[in-house]
């Protein structure tokens, strides 16, 4: 992140990819931001075209320069869809047709059900516009019938603008124009993925995605736990009630798009092989998933030098001092620990600006425990000057993909304690098949569990030689499979590949 | 728009929406009909002044005719509701502009039919909350609905044994509910969860452990506050410490608060305990014992206070209470065994 000029405007030409993202680059710092920012450095010699996808227009400003090789950022607006209300068009002929084609793509989804739709709605377009189709009665006998199908028992007005917004955005996305490129690459499901599904589609070049979290749990959970989701119907707590309600409806959309955007994708990437599973689970197919994990610097940690076993016993938690990091379970496990180690330094090393409330919790939590002397916040600092001082990091988080921290501090040949959340067991205690076996970096542990964070942080501090092992086998496992220049590598190998595919006969579908 | 499935009760939002529909314009061919009718007029007037030919007639009648028609045709292409104009069409082909002129007036009385504005707007500040429904005629229109819980359902299964052994997206809805329905009796399905072999539930279980845990605090300072509020009933101090050592259990509490919600449990056991005591030396009655309930939480309670006289008067009352339900207990503090007599 380095600055924060203004977006170039469309550039009309063709690019070697053109990387689709919803609701980050190149306006929200850090997570996928800083992957896409890095994916864009590292393959200085392909040229790249953005699509932004992003609720409605905003005046954000950038927080990332874009690099020479981007030649053009383009907005997509998924709120920001349909004309002024009209009472009379003309019905356009197969609308009944584009009504069904539409609702078989956003309740079961798939690129079957994604080309019939287009082909529907190239029908539709030479007799109405779709923004004008959106906002009339057209549109109004739609929602009707999608009611009567799906959700009789539940309230209509929550249904119609519940399947407004989703059929809204949808829309958007099939009616944006495409910037040309020879490979389209999405970094999510979603509408993101629609879109990657549909240009395979309408070119005939390839789609990519490359999916950190799994885009459609995070959605579901999120979707579960919305208080903005009325729930129109009362099930109680039966698990099993089969009446179609509001979040069954967001839910089974979220899905359709995935099943849409998996299918369409001639590659399904990943951080680490524990999200293929999930990724299975949705519709992705067996054979064209891989995993490309993502990789640090080595050189910036060759100057670490571990920390001695006379220096004060210090261990670390490196983050963003959020929720999500889960940083009060690090501070009770470091006043479980002084217990045992009286002279402990509990470092918290991130910015601590971004969640205020939360941190003045925190430090309320520092004082309750009569930790001011151990616990230390820093805020946003350089990482590597303190690596040296650290005997063990720590990280409590309760959802991670592949945290980046884990790899730094095993480049330091630091052994780490991490809860068992994204691919922290895969780097710290190797996969099934590695060969030959490093063993363990560090010790996983459950989530929201001080007591055994403690335990595993006092068995590394209390035991030299055992500690000694751990950061050296995480030194050496990063090193073997977790260098940017491996993960770059792998993804100037798979462009070429896909740039140097033929192309398909647009509108052909995927066998 | 397709009727419902006769074999479910039509929704409620079926009635209630009925004004919801875009409002037809009111008899959209009376103009062209009208117009139909002016013209044919006209060139009735013209045609008479002229010693009104046969042939004129005839022209006025087609005139007619095909504006009517076309009328029939646009409509039909927008895909409006055509039964009027085809009704107008068809009285015209029959008696001519005085055919046209009877289906104009039956439409315009059935317009006047139309929802009025007064109604529209009493739907729109009843959807809005801007009025205020009585919950009586809101729970009649969701039972209607078929809204309601269903009663010929099966009891739900449990909580825990779902997440334990439940299929993903059953485990994905246990833990929607314990989101959104929060109770500390669901703490140890979430901690479960948090220990689950699969990454996406441990994931989600996390999601929903960060959603509560604001709302377990709130819970526990919101019961610190009614627990030592003076003559709290026994039942209620004993519900209060059961709440009060399962969100302490629950692992989600910060150290601090956990250690205050623990201290108040102490501080409750010893209230109840003493409260107990004094009930001993008086006559014990079936509503001044506890309920069965709660009676190992007050055996738990004494056993953890020491007091082992006033454990071996709850169950001796108990038992004879359970010998004679009618009966009344008698226990003086520091004598022997309970004894019980007829009420």
């Not at chain 2, 030396?281 to 206070?305: M, N, W």
């Amino acid at each position: 992140m380095t600055s924060t000029q203004a977006a170039p405007q469309i550039a009309p030409r063709e690019t070697d990819v053109c990387i689709i993202v919803e609701g980050c680059y190149p306006y929200v710092p850090g997570g996928v931001s800083s992957w896409i920012d890095w994916l864009l450095r590292s393959q200085n010699d392909t040229s790249f075209s953005i699509v932004a996808l992003w609720p409605k227009p905003t005046d954000q400003v950038p927080r990332y320069a874009l690099p020479p090789n981007v030649t053009g950022l383009h907005h997509l607006y998924l709120q920001d869809f349909g004309a002024e209300p009209v009472k009379k068009i003309t019905m356009p002929p197969r609308a009944d047709q584009l009504g069904a084609a539409l609702a078989d793509l956003m309740q079961n989804g798939g690129a079957g059900p994604l080309a019939r739709v287009l082909a529907e709605l190239s029908e539709a377009k030479k007799h109405v516009s779709l923004p004008r189709l959106f906002n009339s009665p057209v549109a109004w006998h739609f929602a009707r019938a999608a009611y009567d199908a799906n959700m009789p028992f539940g309230s209509f007005l929550h249904f119609f603008w519940a399947w407004r917004a989703l059929l809204g955005g949808l829309l958007a996305v099939l009616e944006f124009p495409l910037p040309k490129a020879k490979v389209y690459h999405t970094i999510s499901t979603g509408y993101a993925g629609v879109l990657a599904a549909r240009a395979a589609l309408e070119t005939g070049r390839p789609a990519i995605l490359t999916e950190h979290g799994i885009y459609t749990n995070e959605r579901r959970i999120e979707l579960l736990m919305a208080d903005w989701v009325a729930d129109t119907v009362d099930k109680g707590h039966a698990i099993d009630d089969a009446r179609f309600d509001l979040r069954d409806m967001w839910v089974q959309a979220f899905e359709a798009y995935a099943r849409t955007c998996y299918e369409g994708c001639r590659e399904v990437i990943t951080l680490y092989e524990d999200n293929q599973r999930a990724q299975r689970t949705l519709g992705a197919s067996g054979d064209n998933l891989r995993v490309i994990a993502n990789g640090i610097d080595l050189a910036r940690f060759a100057s670490v030098r571990p920390a001695s076993d006379a220096d004060r016993p210090t261990v670390a938690l490196i983050g963003r001092v959020v929720p999500i990091k889960d940083v009060k379970t690090f501070i009770t496990a470091a006043a479980i620990l002084r217990e045992r180690i009286p002279d402990l330094a509990a470092l918290v090393l991130g910015p601590t600006d971004e969640d205020p409330e939360y941190f003045d919790e925190c430090r309320a939590l520092v004082a309750d425990l009569g930790l001011q002397a151990c616990v230390t916040f820093t805020g946003a600092v350089n990482v590597v000057e303190y690596l040296s001082r650290i005997h063990v990091v720590a990280l409590t988080s309760l959802s991670e993909s592949q945290p980046l921290v884990i790899l730094e501090a095993g480049a330091a040949a630091i052994p780490f304690v991490a809860t068992n959340v994204g691919s922290c067991r895969e780097i710290i205690e190797g996969r099934p098949e590695e060969t030959p076996a490093l063993g363990p970096g560090g010790i996983v542990t459950n989530l929201v569990a001080a007591d055994e964070i403690a335990g595993a942080m006092a068995r590394l501090l209390s035991d030299a030689s055992l500690r000694r092992r751990y950061g050296e086998a995480l030194r050496e496992r990063v090193r073997r499979y977790y260098t940017s220049e491996k993960a770059a590598a792998a993804y100037k190998t798979l462009y070429r590949e896909m740039i140097a595919a033929p192309q398909a006969r647009p509108g052909a579908r995927k066998a | 728009m397709n009727e419902p499935s006769q074999s479910r009760p039509a929704p409620a939002s079926h009635v209630s929406d009925a004004a919801a529909r875009p409002r037809e314009p009111r008899a959209p061919w009376l103009v062209p009909l009208g117009a139909g009718i002016v013209f044919g007029t006209l060139m009735l007037l013209v045609l008479h002044r002229r010693g009104l030919e046969p042939w004129s007639l005839l022209s006025c009648y087609v005139a007619t005719i095909a504006i009517l028609s076309l009328r029939l045709h646009k409509t039909t292409v927008a895909g409006g509701d055509a039964s009027m104009p085809l009704l107008a069409l068809l009285a015209s082909i029959a008696a001519g502009p005085a055919g046209a002129l009877g289906v104009g007036l039956l439409g315009a009385t059935r317009g006047r039919r139309s929802p009025s504005d007064k109604l529209l707007q009493a739907w729109y500040e009843r959807i809005s909350h801007a009025t205020t429904v009585d919950p009586v005629a809101r729970l009649c229109e969701n039972v209607a609905a078929g809204r309601t819980i269903d009663l010929a359902a099966a009891e739900p299964a449990s909580l825990h044994a779902l997440m334990a052994t439940g299929r993903l997206e059953e485990r994905q809805t246990v833990l929607g509910i314990i989101a959104r329905r929060f109770h500390p009796d669901y703490l140890p399905v979430l901690v479960l969860a948090l220990r689950s072999e699969v990454p996406v539930v441990r994931v989600q279980a996390a999601a929903v452990a960060a959603h509560v845990r604001p709302l377990i605090a709130a819970r526990l300072a919101a019961t610190l506050v009614t627990s030592r509020r003076d003559h709290q009933s026994p039942g209620a101090l004993l519900e209060d410490l059961a709440n009060i050592e399962a969100l302490c259990a629950s692992g989600l509490l910060d150290e601090g608060e956990r250690q205050r919600g623990m201290a108040e449990a102490q501080a409750i056991k010893a209230r109840l305990a003493t409260a107990f005591r004094a009930a001993c030396r008086t006559v014990l009655t079936p509503p001044r014992l506890p309920p069965d309930s709660a009676r190992t939480t007050l055996e738990q309670v004494l056993i953890d206070c020491g007091d082992m006289a006033a454990l071996r008067s709850l169950r001796s009352a108990h038992r004879a209470i359970h010998a004679r339900p009618t009966a009344r207990v008698r226990r003086i503090a520091g004598t022997a065994p309970a004894d019980a007599r007829s009420a």
